[in-house]
T-cell receptor, first 115, second 111 residues
Framework: DAGVIQSPRHEVTEMGQEVTLRCKPI?????LFWYRQTMMRGLELLIY????????DSGMPEDRFSAKMPNASFSTLKIQPSEPRDSAVYFC?????????????FGPGTRLTVT | GQQVMQIPQYQHVQEGEDFTTYCNSS?????IQWYKQRPGGHPVFLIQ?????EVKKQKRLTFQFGEAKKNSSLHITATQTTDVGTYFC???????????FGSGTRLLVRP
């Protein structure tokens, strides 16, 4: 398996622009997670899906952030409008949840820089 | 709210020395997971502990889950430069699928 795939790997954008991050989970996994990692706040869960349905979005910072999962093999995280404080590494992770809270497989991440 | 704390924040050791990181949860956990993140990389799953008092070994790494299922430790014997990275513990929040990650312990190894 190719593992979790994320694109782009790096994104540099100007404040106010829309940013879309993409994720393809591991085939057969029914849980998908979006995380943000910064030096100050560590690894934070933003939102997670089960069978394409959002379960918990309490970690989404504000209305500028939105996430969708139109099918089992694709998810997006959108920031509109972006701000410098959104600069971080965004990770997507997937897992197979049938046996309970199980190990998560992380993608390589998208390093976002907002100037 | 539920918290997972890790100490120390950093550890700088000479190659060949041992290393231990400790993880403490504010609540009882159904399981605890450990991840390693190399510099510039992504977190990679190492192991999951489920049973009270469980001890698991992976070569030079020893993982323990406390009797009360509120704390855990990772011990590395005779560190190598390949052990460099940040080690995170993570526990499910309220037995959900939402993982709460500790702040991580960054390990640096002097060759």
């Amino acid at each position: 398996d190719a593992g979790v795939i994320q694109s782009p790997r790096h994104e540099v954008t100007e404040m106010g622009q829309e940013v879309t991050l993409r994720c393809k989970p591991i085939s057969g996994h029914d849980y998908l997670f979006w995380y943000r990692q910064t030096m100050m706040r560590g690894l934070e869960l933003l939102i997670y899906f089960n069978n394409n349905v959002p379960i918990d979005d309490s970690g989404m910072p504000e209305d500028r952030f939105s996430a969708k999962m139109p099918n089992a093999s694709f998810s997006t995280l959108k920031i509109q409008p972006s701000e410098p404080r959104d600069s971080a590494v965004y990770f997507c992770a997937s897992s197979f949840g049938l046996a309970g809270p199980y190990e998560q497989y992380f993608g390589p991440g998208t390093r976002l820089t907002v100037t | 709210g539920q918290q997972v704390m890790q100490i120390p924040q950093y550890q700088h050791v000479q190659e060949g020395e041992d290393f231990t990181t400790y993880c403490n949860s504010s609540t009882t956990l159904s399981n605890i997971q450990w991840y390693k993140q190399r510099p510039g990389g992504h977190p990679v799953f190492l192991i999951q502990l489920v049973k009270s008092g469980e001890v698991k070994k992976q070569k030079r790494l020893t993982f323990q889950f406390g009797e009360a299922k509120k704390n855990s430790s990772l011990h590395i014997t005779a560190t190598q430069t390949t052990d460099v990275g940040t080690y995170f513990c993570a526990g499910p929040m309220d037995s959900s699928y939402k993982l709460i990650f500790g702040s991580g312990t960054r390990l640096l190894v002097r060759p």
